[in-house]
């Protein structure tokens, strides 16, 4: 069945640090979207990418579709305390299910 | 706008006992919500999809006897464990899909969770 292994699994920074993670998939997805999850709450959507190629930002975060399809890059900058958290990508499948990743779990130490 | 609520935030129930969950989308109508699972340090899986008017489909390896889904009204889904036993113990997560602007892509927003304990 269709996978997506996020990388890294877990990360620990001190503020100010950018981050990069990545999120890669055995089959071609349409759309991804990334989100994260608070300790105890559901997935908030940070960014929806819906093209090849496709570098989105919002604030500190810029996300972008691979070319090939079958990954994407999330990148933080000038990470703060409370980017701590758990970060999921997911893409669409059989029209309106979502897969989700296995989660990039970021720490950061003042 | 888009708020997903969930009902109650956290559940402890005795095993044997069936415990019924609440998904409303708040400020939207929503045909199509989802029931998801999540184990610690785990990702979110998909349950099944509620249908409002018709029956819920189940992803595999999810029993239907077990985990019933009524999804009576528009901005209404349940899902009640029912024969509760501790490795059912779980964060369960419902979303609601808005259909999106003409031309836009439709969206799912997700509720805040529930955490079943089952002692």
């Known amino acids: 069945g269709q996978q997506l292994n996020q990388s890294p699994q877990s990360m620990f920074i001190q503020e100010g640090e950018d981050v990069s993670m990545n999120c890669t998939s055995s089959?071609?997805?349409?759309?991804w979207l990334w989100y994260k999850q608070d300790p105890g709450e559901g997935p908030v959507l940070l960014i929806a990418l819906y093209k090849a190629g496709e570098l989105t930002s919002n604030g500190r975060l810029t996300a972008q579709f691979g070319i090939t399809r079958k990954d994407s890059f999330l990148n933080i900058s000038a990470s703060i305390p409370s980017d701590v958290g758990i970060y999921f990508c997911a893409g669409p499948y059989n029209t309106d299910k979502l897969i989700f990743g296995t989660g990039t779990r970021l720490q950061v130490f003042p | 706008g888009a708020v997903v609520s969930q009902h109650p935030s956290r559940v402890i129930c005795k095993s044997g006992t069936s415990v019924k969950i609440e998904c409303r989308s708040l400020d939207f109508q929503a045909t199509t919500m989802f029931w998801y699972r999540q184990f610690p340090k785990k990702s979110l899986m998909l349950m099944a999809t509620?249908?409002?008017?018709?029956?819920?489909?189940?992803e595999q390896g999810v029993e239907k006897d077990k985990f019933l889904i009524n999804h009576a009204s528009l901005t209404l889904s349940t899902l009640t464990v029912t024969s509760a036993h501790p490795e059912d113990s779980s964060f369960y997560i419902c979303?609601?899909?808005?259909?999106?602007?003409?031309?836009?892509?439709?969206?799912?927003?997700f509720g805040p969770g529930t955490r079943l304990t089952v002692t």
């Open positions: 509620s249908n409002e008017g018709s029956k819920a489909t189940y």
């Open positions: 089959s071609i997805f349409n759309t």
């Open positions: 979303s609601a899909r808005r259909q999106g602007d003409v031309g836009g892509p439709d969206e799912q927003y």
